[in-house]
């Protein structure tokens, strides 16, 4: 098995962090020894990762992780240059010890639990502390993945901003939200970023979870906007560098599933929306009446995601006991398998 490790800050994240090794052998769903994609990784002269892409995960959402992973690879002719990273949300105490307590989310208090299928969202702003505040990083959810080659991204010119990112989609875009499931970090210029002091502000009433990755927390001028190709929204072209499928309801692996997320409460302009789903979720829970994951709209990104799990079954990353496994949790459509039995092979 192949382990490269990350140089350690001495920040009480890093230090906790089991020497930053990031396993997704804890959810049980990695490839054997022959399978798996050994990065071979660039450092510095002081031996820092000068490159690294961070993808974000949770328990429900390792699979996407893994195929994201295996993505960023496939498609790259630098591979040498730059590291992966898969973010586990159990691998980090500072996440799990706050479970069951309240946060501040759109100035109303929620109670953060472990189950819900993005728990993983404020590991993003962990990145810059974890490469010791070197170097570059870029972040994505597990639903992203790559179709062009990242190191087009990772290696552009930043022109003295600390952040690139893109705006939200809609309403949340026009009023100045941007979208952090995405970014491109110059970590030297992030200092201060301190995750647990930050993730704890939210449980204490000084920092809102909406502001903090909205990015409203950060200063203007220190922000720049990619090209919306490479965190393209449910959108698949010719263009499209990185594909994110990013409305819940149609993930492409989650059809027919018990819908597993909580819908956010704000309707500003339909506020009786807001008292019904808080009323739904009083009476019935959190994901109670809910309903089921629908069929993503365009069939090509669903034959997309199912041709990298054909081709991470092909190559060992993953295996049939795994994927049944992830079936059996409702992590995974049931069909997956008679799906990627059907399937083409990806263009190379």
């Known amino acids: 098995m192949c382990h490269d490790v990350l140089r350690l800050s001495s920040s009480p994240i890093t230090t906790r962090y089991m020497c930053c090794v990031i396993q997704a052998e804890s959810a049980g769903m990695r490839g054997n020894d022959s399978g798996e994609i050994c990065s071979m990784t660039r450092y510095t002269e002081d031996g820092d990762v000068s490159h690294c892409v961070f993808i974000q995960a949770n328990h429900k959402q390792m699979l996407g992780a893994i195929v994201a992973e295996y993505a960023l690879r496939r498609n790259s002719n630098h591979n040498d240059r730059f590291d992966v990273r898969i973010m586990n949300y159990d691998d980090f105490p500072v996440l799990r010890n706050r479970e069951g307590d309240k946060f501040l989310r759109g100035g109303e208090r929620r109670i953060w639990v472990r189950d819900d ?11 810059p502390e974890l ?11 597990p639903d992203v993945f790559a179709i062009a080659d990242v190191w087009e991204l990772l290696s552009r010119d930043m022109e003295g901003k600390a952040i690139f990112c893109r705006p939200k989609s809609g309403n949340k875009g026009k009023r100045g939200a941007l979208a952090t ?11 201060h970023w301190r995750f647990e002091e930050q993730f704890n502000a939210m449980f204490d009433g000084g920092r809102d979870y909406l502001d903090w990755i909205s990015l409203r927390y950060e200063k203007p001028e220190t922000v720049e ?26 993930q492409p692996w989650k059809t027919g599933l018990p819908i597993d997320y909580r819908p956010a409460d704000t309707f500003q302009l339909f506020p009786p929306r807001h008292w019904i789903r808080r009323a739904r979720r009083a009476v019935f829970g959190d994901y109670g009446m809910l309903g089921k994951y629908g069929r993503h709209p365009d069939g090509r990104q669903e034959r997309f995601f199912f041709g990298l799990v054909r081709e991470c079954l092909d190559k060992g990353i993953v295996t049939v006991d795994q994927l049944r496994s992830e079936m059996a949790q409702n992590h995974l459509r049931h069909d997956a398998l008679e799906l990627v039995g059907k399937l083409s092979p990806l263009a190379a």
């Open 117 to 127: 299928l993005q728990s993983f969202t404020p590991s993003r702003f962990m990145p």
């Open 131 to 141: 490469m010791d505040f070197r170097g570059r990083a870029l972040v994505t959810d």
């Open 181 to 191: 499931s995405v970014m491109l970090l110059d970590c030297r210029q992030l200092t």
């Open 225 to 250: 906007f990619f090209e919306n190709e490479w965190n393209d929204f449910d959108h698949l072209t010719d263009r499209t560098k990185m594909l994110h499928t990013t409305k819940r309801k149609h």
